[in-house]
């Protein structure tokens, strides 16, 4: 199988992703293609055909086979590899879609550009990538789970038994290499319950600045409003203007007041001794 499109699909999506995503690229790539490529499909390669049961009786190696083998796993990691990156083309959909609608609108708008930056990660972007970490995460708890439940753990024994018909009786059966499949299949199990981990990290991550840079914003908001309301200078300088306009109208309101009363006075004087 050829993966060269997932490595430039890996390639173009770097560009736009976190640092937490950077390391499950790396990990994806390096820890889950590249052995899938080099080592697994080799060692599962003789499945089939070195799978042994102690019996002549025709058809029934074939139906122990797929009794203890329903699914290959070369074919269920290779079907978790593709799910798994696939998500990531919607991030990378979503870019090229922007770029395209800004090309168009520089075009009509004489050099005008609709976004400063069509990879940065703001209004539906933000929330495409975070739904694609979601489908990420989701997908490969997915596989895990199919994995477990269709061999009843992660555990490949070197007997099984075997009695469905056409076999004579209880058969035993035999697969080839047990324990360097074991070993491949804990690998690859453990690389993606670590890619589920860096999913997650990268979401709360990535929850956690547009959060912090909201609560940011509001913070700063509430300063500007405070200072508008509220400027110290501006009310000292009141406060003096209006002490020195207030002291002449005091005076002059007081010597008012005493010449209307000494007025009063000598009229009631003039009055009586009239």
Known sequence: MNWNWLEDLISGVNNYSTV???????MVFIFRVMVFVVAAQRVWGDESKDFECNTKQPGCVNVCYDHIFPISHIRLWALQ?????CPSLMVVAHVKYREMKDLKYTTTHEGKHMYARPGKKR?????????????????????????????EGFDLPRLSKCSLAPCPNTVDCYISRPTEKKIFTLFMVVSSALCILMCICEMFYFIGKKVKKRFKRKIDANRQASSLRVDPTVSNQNLSNIKTEET?????????????QTKLFLEFFFIVFK
């Open 123 to 151: 209004g539906g972007l933000w929330w495409t990538y975070l739904v694609s970490l979601i489908l990420k995460a989701s997908f490969d708890a997915g596989f895990l789970y199919i994995l477990y439940h269709i061999y």
């Open 81 to 85: 590899l593709i799910f798994v990156t």
């Open 248 to 260: 002449p109208t005091s005076l002059e309101n007081s010597s008012l007041c005493i010449s209307n």
């Open 20 to 26: 937490f995503g950077r390391v499950w690229l790396s």
